[in-house]
C-alpha cells in the first residue's frame, strides 16, 4: 500500500521569493515520485520524477526536487516564483502498478 | 516520446443519454491504462484500472455498469458514461503505462463533461 500526503492545501508567495510545495509519502516498495503541475482547465504536467537514481532531481520551469528516504519526504522547490507558476500542484508515489494522488497544493503568486 | 491523446477535450450531453471518451497512447503500447474523475477543486480519485484484453478492476464506490471501460487493443482503452446525469459532469483523466512493471504512467489531456 502506498499514499501521499501534501502537508499545505494552498501556498501563497510573492513574485521572485523561493516556493517550497512539501510532500510526504508512504510506500511499502521502493517508490517512483513525481510532481505535476495543473493550470486551471488543462490537464496534468510533468515537472520531475524521481526513479531511484540521483536523490536531487532537476525539473523543468527552474523546479527540483530531493527525495529523503529517511524522512519519506519529497519536496519541491524552486528559488524565484514567476507569475506563470501559479497553478495547483500534485505530488505522486507509484509503484508495484499502483499511483496515487497527493491532495494538491494550490499555489498563489502575488505580483 | 510518450504521447496519450484523449478525446474529446469538451463534451456537454443530455441527461439520460451515454457517452464515450477515448484514451489513445499515440506511440506506445499500452498494457495498463487508468481513468481519473477529478472534481472542482480537487485531486484526481482513481476510478479504474485496465490492462489490455481484461476486466477492468474499479476502484471502491465506482459503479461498473456506469462507467463502463473497454481496453480491446494495445493503443486505446474507451470510458463510457451510461445514463448521465448532472452528478456526473466532471473532469475526466486518463493515463497510460508502458508495461505491466511500470514507474511512470502517461496523461491524457482530460475531458470536460457537462450533463445537463
Known amino acids: 500500500a502506498q499514499s501521499v500526503t501534501q502537508l499545505d492545501s494552498h501556498v501563497s508567495v510573492s513574485e521572485g521569493t523561493p516556493v517550497l510545495l512539501r510532500c510526504n509519502y508512504s510506500?511499502?516498495?521502493?517508490?517512483?515520485l513525481f510532481w505535476y503541475v495543473q493550470h486551471p482547465n488543462k490537464g496534468l504536467q510533468l515537472l520531475l520524477k524521481?526513479?531511484?537514481?540521483?536523490?536531487l532531481v532537476k525539473g523543468i520551469n527552474g523546479f527540483e526536487a530531493e527525495f529523503k528516504k529517511s524522512e519519506t519526504s519529497f519536496h519541491l522547490t524552486k528559488p524565484s516564483a514567476h507569475m506563470s507558476d501559479a497553478a495547483e500542484y500534485f505530488c505522486?508515489?507509484?509503484?508495484?502498478?499502483?499511483?496515487?494522488f497527493g491532495a494538491g497544493t494550490r499555489l498563489t503568486v502575488k505580483p | 516520446g510518450a504521447v496519450v491523446s484523449q478525446h474529446p477535450s469538451r463534451v456537454i450531453c443530455k441527461s439520460g443519454t451515454s457517452v464515450k471518451i477515448e484514451c489513445r497512447s499515440l506511440?506506445?503500447?499500452?498494457?495498463?491504462m487508468f481513468w481519473y474523475r477529478q472534481f472542482p477543486k480537487q485531486s484526481l480519485m482513481l476510478m479504474a484500472t485496465?490492462?489490455?484484453?481484461?476486466?477492468?478492476?474499479?476502484e471502491q464506490g465506482v459503479e461498473k455498469d456506469k462507467f463502463l471501460i473497454n481496453h480491446a487493443s494495445l493503443t486505446l482503452s474507451t470510458l463510457t458514461v451510461t445514463s448521465a446525469h448532472p452528478e456526473d459532469s466532471s473532469f475526466y483523466i486518463c493515463?497510460?503505462?508502458?508495461?505491466?512493471?511500470?514507474?511512470?504512467?502517461?496523461f491524457g489531456q482530460g475531458t470536460r463533461l457537462t450533463v445537463v
Open positions: 505522486v508515489v507509484s509503484g508495484n502498478n499502483d499511483m496515487r
Open positions: 485496465s490492462n489490455e484484453g481484461s476486466k477492468a478492476t474499479y
Open positions: 524521481y526513479t531511484s537514481a540521483a536523490t
Open positions: 506511440d506506445f503500447q499500452a498494457t495498463t
Open positions: 493515463s497510460a503505462s508502458k508495461s505491466r512493471g511500470w514507474t511512470e504512467a502517461f
Open positions: 510506500s511499502s516498495y521502493s517508490p517512483s
